[in-house]
């Protein structure tokens, strides 16, 4: 059932564009669930929830429609024990998944995306944080804020935590390869990528984890 699955543990990440609603591999509680959503919310739940199914059905090696995926309207989406983990962002109509048998998170952003950063990193990062990235020449600040954030929100997915409570805990190492939860002491190892005029995060608590992680373009 499970023949050609890789096991090695390494993370693999799925990207989507926009997602049609229209795909098989959408559940009965899925359609039920999405009636209670706005037309185009509707179309992102369907569409990124019948793609989830598609790619795991690959990895796993059985039909889409025997992935027995758990993911509600504004809940991580979840899969049984012994399936593994996996995580989903959305940016701008398009999305991420992430797969791995050990916990991951994964986030997704416009490198492009407009923002006021210096004003986004004096309220949300912490001070060995700030002193850092604002030591950067100019042209270099705002893409490092954005690639905190990404490891940052990439590492509350992984928590399963609260971006309100959490944001403001979690601290990025200077070389970008580790963060912390100055609260908890939770740790993850942390891994940024460019895919065009994307930026991705991908962090797991385990940094062997994200050695050769493979990025699946469908």
């Given at each position: 059932m499970k023949e050609g699955f890789n096991r090695s543990g390494s993370?693999?990440?799925m990207w989507l564009g926009p997602a049609s609603s229209t795909d098989p591999y959408v559940s009965d509680q899925e359609q039920a669930w999405a009636c209670n959503l706005g037309q185009t919310g509707?179309?992102?739940f369907l569409g990124s929830r019948a793609w989830m199914r598609s790619c795991l059905?690959?990895?796993?090696?059985?039909?889409?429609q025997q992935i027995p995926l758990h993911a509600p309207p504004g809940t991580p989406p979840a899969l049984p024990s012994g399936w593994g983990f996996v995580s989903l962002s959305h940016s701008k109509g398009s999305a991420l998944m992430a797969w791995s048998s050990a916990p991951v998170g994964v986030d997704l952003e416009r490198l492009d995306r407009r923002f006021?950063?210096?004003a986004l990193m004096s309220r949300y990062y912490e001070s060995s944080e700030q002193r850092r990235l604002t030591s950067l020449p100019k042209q270099s600040f705002h893409q490092a804020v954005l690639e905190h954030w990404l490891i940052k929100e990439a590492a509350i997915k992984w928590q399963q935590g609260s971006l309100a409570q959490d944001l403001s805990h979690w601290v990025v190492a200077a070389d970008g390869l580790s963060a912390?939860?100055?609260a908890s002491g939770?740790?993850?190892s942390a891994h940024c990528r460019q895919l065009g005029p994307w930026g991705i995060a991908i962090v797991s608590a385990c940094e062997r984890?994200?050695?050769?992680?493979t990025v699946c373009l469908g």
């Amino acid at each position: 059932m499970k023949e050609g699955f890789n096991r090695s543990g390494s993370v693999t990440v799925m990207w989507l564009g926009p997602a049609s609603s229209t795909d098989p591999y959408v559940s009965d509680q899925e359609q039920a669930w999405a009636c209670n959503l706005g037309q185009t919310g509707q179309r992102r739940f369907l569409g990124s929830r019948a793609w989830m199914r598609s790619c795991l059905s690959d990895l796993w090696g059985v039909p889409a429609q025997q992935i027995p995926l758990h993911a509600p309207p504004g809940t991580p989406p979840a899969l049984p024990s012994g399936w593994g983990f996996v995580s989903l962002s959305h940016s701008k109509g398009s999305a991420l998944m992430a797969w791995s048998s050990a916990p991951v998170g994964v986030d997704l952003e416009r490198l492009d995306r407009r923002f006021a950063s210096e004003a986004l990193m004096s309220r949300y990062y912490e001070s060995s944080e700030q002193r850092r990235l604002t030591s950067l020449p100019k042209q270099s600040f705002h893409q490092a804020v954005l690639e905190h954030w990404l490891i940052k929100e990439a590492a509350i997915k992984w928590q399963q935590g609260s971006l309100a409570q959490d944001l403001s805990h979690w601290v990025v190492a200077a070389d970008g390869l580790s963060a912390s939860h100055q609260a908890s002491g939770l740790q993850v190892s942390a891994h940024c990528r460019q895919l065009g005029p994307w930026g991705i995060a991908i962090v797991s608590a385990c940094e062997r984890n994200l050695i050769g992680a493979t990025v699946c373009l469908g």
